[in-house]
Nanobody
Framework: QVQLVESGGGLVQAGGSLRLSCAAS????????MGWFRQAPGKEREFVAA????????YYADSVKGRFTISRDNAKNTVYLQMDRLKPEDTAAYYC?????????????????WGQGTQVTVSS
């Protein structure tokens, strides 16, 4: 298991940008694929983006493709989610997650460790 702590959420106007960070504990961070998921009030949690253990492969939900960028720094045990051209429908709690499948996954069931979440609110 790896411990995850998200940061960087906040309130932003539509069209603005935010960068989320997720700091992981443990010396095996580089062996995990990482992902970001989000959950809006009254809705199910949904996949946003994922990255494989080395950072060479990334995956995105269609709704954020071209606007969000996931990246990782294994030396810093941190994964990032750069969110540009934000829309009100991006408003949600954003969760960082770690998967022991190093190639990466878009399925929440493949992620065994989760952070507490950080709130992103986009005003129109």
């Amino acid at each position: 298991q790896v411990q995850l702590v998200e940061s960087g959420g906040g309130l932003v106007q539509a069209g603005g940008s935010l960068r989320l960070s997720c700091a992981a504990s443990g010396r095996t961070f580089s062996s995990y694929a990482m992902g970001w998921f989000r959950q809006a009030p009254g809705k199910e949690r949904e996949f946003v983006a994922a990255i494989n253990w080395s950072g060479t492969n990334t995956y995105y939900a269609d709704s954020v493709k071209g606007r969000f960028t996931i990246s990782r720094d294994n030396a810093k045990n941190t994964v990032y989610l750069q969110m540009d051209r934000l829309k009100p429908e991006d408003t949600a709690a954003y969760y960082c997650a770690a998967s022991s499948r190093p190639a990466g996954s878009t399925w929440s069931r493949d992620f065994g460790s989760w952070g507490q979440g950080t709130q992103v609110t986009v005003s129109s």
